[in-house]
């Protein structure tokens, strides 16, 4: 891709930065809902016990999985317009139904429903910017899902605080989606990702199981996989290690955690705003190294105080990775091939996210709460070899591609 798409955006690009943004807000707005809406309300609503939450988690990161694996052929076929258009509509009918579900069962099968229509979003808007866009959007982008992740509980919270039910702001998640879906339709030309250098013959798209027998594509996916896994590992369970195991009041703890969650957003909007300068390879790694410092410290805990500034070192350090791994599919891999790896990443980091924190709780409940620290240390060692076995592995990006969709 060009120097001045790297560096330059005109008029019309700020208008597609700026709707791709406000998508992304929405995308964050409906998970964090759930932190919220779950106990006791919706529980109450449907008579379940505390741990039906998780069949609820299985629907919807069983649909985010499938949808973004799926994104890179979906775009071959119809673009990233017509991907992101498919996104908002999904998202209307599953947060609409949330809001409108007489029964649990319905509101699992609807979960799959948001849960799709996160992945297409999630996985289309990763793969446009890397396409068409560098380092700094990119992260701005992310920081923008941050953001929607932070309105979400405030949100849920005011209408809940007002006396209405929690059924509003799923409908309130579902207007904005709405919206978007307008927004979409009116642009969905406009949605191209960057075209060719002069001279250079454009080639037909490769199949997705092509791809996928790239060891290079395999080594970002399980990357990706143990990301995702420490991000939301580190953020679940900190409040449990520090409150159970470290007597730590629930307060207390429950800002830090908070904390940590806001440096994932405040670290972004940084990171954006230096990246053009800075080499993306010398960054993640620095910043998967912080991660690393940050976990051991939390094992270490000379004092909770120094726990606590461990996993806010946690929160930041991770902040670029996840957009600059993905900016850099697209470099390494090239606009063929980069689509689907992308859509794998994204599918395997939404699998991280629910099973690593999972594997967490099982070591907890069975060997103590004070193992998740260690086990934290093991999943950041895990990123950092991954990493550096993927730059190491030289390959020829088209070799043995087959085309088609």
């Not at 849960?115 to 920081?143: E, V």
């Not at 960054?283 to 939390?298: D, K, P």
Request: charged content about 10%; aromatic content about 10%; some cysteine.
């Amino acid at each position: 891709m060009t120097a001045i798409t790297k560096t330059k955006i005109n008029r019309a690009d700020l208008l597609m930065v700026g709707i791709a943004y406000a998508g992304f807000i929405a995308l964050g707005i409906p998970g964090t809902l759930l932190n919220i809406a779950w106990s006791p309300y919706m529980r109450e609503t449907f008579g379940l016990p505390l741990d039906s939450l998780g069949l609820l988690l299985i629907a919807s990161t069983a649909g985010y999985f499938f949808a973004s694996f799926g994104s890179g052929r979906i775009i071959n076929r119809l673009g990233v317009g017509a991907l992101l258009l498919a996104s908002s509509l999904l998202g209307v009918v599953g947060l609409l139904s949330y809001a409108l579900s007489p029964s649990w069962v319905g509101l699992i099968v609807f979960a799959l429903v948001s849960g799709s229509a996160g992945g297409l979003m999630d996985a289309g808007m990763n793969i446009y910017f890397a396409a068409t866009y560098g380092p700094r959007l990119m992260n701005w982008l992310h920081a923008c899902f941050g953001v929607g992740a932070t309105i979400g509980p405030l949100l849920m919270t005011t209408i809940i605080q007002s006396g209405q039910s929690w059924r509003w702001g799923y409908a309130l998640a579902a207007a904005i989606y709405g919206a978007l879906a307008i927004t979409f339709a009116l642009t969905r030309g406009r949605w191209r990702t960057v075209e060719m250098p002069t001279g250079v013959k454009s080639q037909a798209p490769v199949r997705a199981r092509s791809v996928l027998l790239l060891p290079a594509v395999w080594l970002g996916v399980a990357v990706f996989f143990a990301y995702g896994g420490l991000e939301v590992a580190a953020g679940q369970w900190s409040s449990t290690l520090f409150t159970q195991a470290r007597q730590v009041p629930a307060g207390i703890a429950e800002r830090w955690v908070s904390l940590y969650w806001g440096s994932f957003t405040i670290g972004r909007f940084l990171y954006g705003a230096i990246a053009n300068r800075i080499q993306v390879v010398t960054v993640v790694r620095l910043c998967m190294l912080g991660a690393l410092v940050g976990t051991a410290i939390i094992w270490w805990n000379p004092t909770n105080e120094i726990g606590f500034l461990g996993l806010a070192l946690v929160g930041f350090a991770q902040a670029p990775v996840f957009p600059l791994l993905v900016t850099n599919t697209q470099e390494r891999l090239g606009p063929r091939l980069a689509p689907h790896a992308i859509g794998f990443q994204i599918a395997a980091a939404s699998l991280g996210i629910a099973l690593v924190p999972a594997l967490a709780g099982v070591l907890a409940q069975n060997v103590g709460v004070e193992t998740i620290a260690p086990f934290l240390v093991v999943i950041a060692v895990v990123i950092i070899a991954l990493y550096e076995f993927s730059l190491r592995l030289k390959e020829k990006p088209n070799a043995g591609i087959s085309e088609g969709r």
